[in-house]
């Protein structure tokens, strides 16, 4: 690594010295030198003005978007992802059954589920009584409709755009 007036020319981050740090162990002529240059250079920047775009600028992008083509799904990658999942479904269906007694314990499932919403319920209606004491009542209501609103506009973007390919 070259070395410019006892400095290395490349900040080696692995010595984690901040820029103040590394300004302040400079020697004063060099410090003074830095802030000259850095200040001319503020000053030939700022005299630069930016282009303004064309006028039809936006127009064009317009156009461009509007002729760009999305790309369409091939019908082999719809296949494949049709017999994945169907596969996953068969083997879900086969690790159920292949339990000697599974097909015995889907009542004693559906009593665990129904037992399991009842609690969930009783849960709700302790949560609500608990909003209810506590005054926060507007800001619950405040706050499942600002979720379902924000909700809303992110399934408006999720909904899936069926493009035709070319053929």
């Known amino acids: 690594m070259k070395e410019t007036w006892g ?9 984690d010295l901040s820029m103040e740090e590394f300004y302040n162990r400079m ?12 200040r001319l250079l503020e000053h030939r920047l700022m005299q ?11 127009a064009m992008v317009m156009r461009r978007i509007g002729e760009a083509r999305t790309r369409a799904i ?4 719809i296949a494949t992802a049709l017999g994945v ?12 059954l292949s339990n000697g007694n599974a097909a015995l314990m889907a009542g004693v499932w559906a009593g ?15 949560l609500s009584s608990m909003i209810v004491d506590a005054g926060t009542l507007p800001v619950a209501i405040a706050l499942v409709v600002t979720s379902g609103v924000a909700l809303l506009g992110v399934r408006r973007y ?3 755009v069926i493009v035709e390919a070319d053929q």
């Open 48 to 58: 630069l003005e930016d282009p303004s775009p064309p006028a039809d600028f936006t």
């Open 27 to 38: 020697p004063r002529d060099l410090r003074a030198i830095v802030l000259e240059e850095h």
């Open 158 to 160: 999720a909904t899936p």
């Open 74 to 77: 091939p019908v082999s990658e």
């Open 112 to 126: 665990a589920i129904v037992i399991a919403l009842k609690a969930a319920l009783v849960g709700v209606g302790v």
């Open 7 to 15: 400095f290395p020319q490349t900040v080696d981050a692995t010595r």
């Open 85 to 96: 999942e169907l596969g996953a479904l068969a083997a879900a269906v086969l690790a159920l």
